[in-house]
């Protein structure tokens, strides 16, 4: 048998790994699914299901066409200036794990990566296409996974629970976290909006964190029409609008538009644990 950095989420233990399952001292016990990844959500967790599988897929054809890919580069900088050779880089709300997987097959350090949503859809394709990382269902609120395990976590685009990030993650480990920046996508919201707002660039992780560098990253990319559709229903709730202005979008043969980052990076400053 063995040792996981994972616990249970039913009572604390550490869980076990076999070929199929893991389990925990005290009997509880979650099955692996077919794709390899765990279900680890207790029941307080279920009237919670995370993003669709329209929007999962949509992501993920996005994602893999490269458009956000000055993005995924400059995490593999980030992750090798921060971390170091063996390290456990922890993805918070993983959705179909395109960034770890981008960081683990392109940095020059060996990581050994664990990647948790709450989106069963999405961790689904995460195990498919990551096989060798290591995929569960959880809720930010609550981690199955051991207290100071992570080295670095990263965090994209989700909402943040600093309580339980740093708990997980190791005293003066590094949580990397991206938000997006003023302008990002900004024609596509032209389109869309009469008057559109820049994003106010404003994090809400807090304490124990302490920012150490905050890197922005800007490119122009031209979506197809595919790419168009695409970050529509990737993001369902962010571009909520009237039904002509994203037919109007829907109709567009492609389309040019700034996208940005702001990769703000964290040291974890807990006293505790
Ligand atoms: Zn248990």
Known sequence: MDKTILI?????????????????SKGHSFDKAKEGYFYLITKQGYSLSGDSAESVRARREFLNSGYYSVLAK????????????NDVLTDVCCGEGYYSGYIKNNSSLELSVTGFDLSKAAVKLAAKAYPENLFYTANISFIPQKTSSADIMLHS?????????????????????????????????????????????????????????????????????????????????????????EKKLLELESLTTEVGFVINIYKNSKDAF
């Open 8 to 24: 249970c989420p039913v009572c604390g233990e550490t869980l076990f790994l076999e070929e199929k399952r893991v389990y925990c």
């Open 74 to 85: 400059a995490l593999v900088e980030a992750v090798e200036k921060y971390g170091k050779n």
């Open 157 to 245: 685009f989700a909402p943040v629970h600093n309580a339980e990030f740093s708990r997980v993650l190791k005293k003066e480990g590094y949580l990397i976290d991206v938000i997006p920046s003023k302008r990002h996508l900004w024609q596509l919201k032209e389109v869309l909006y009469e008057k559109p707002y820049e994003n106010d660039e404003k994090s809400t992780v807090g304490e124990p964190f302490r920012l150490v560098e905050s890197i922005t990253v800007t490119e122009t990319v031209t979506l197809d029409k595919n790419g168009v559709k695409n970050v529509l229903f990737m993001t369902p709730y962010a571009y909520k609008t009237a039904e002509n202005a």
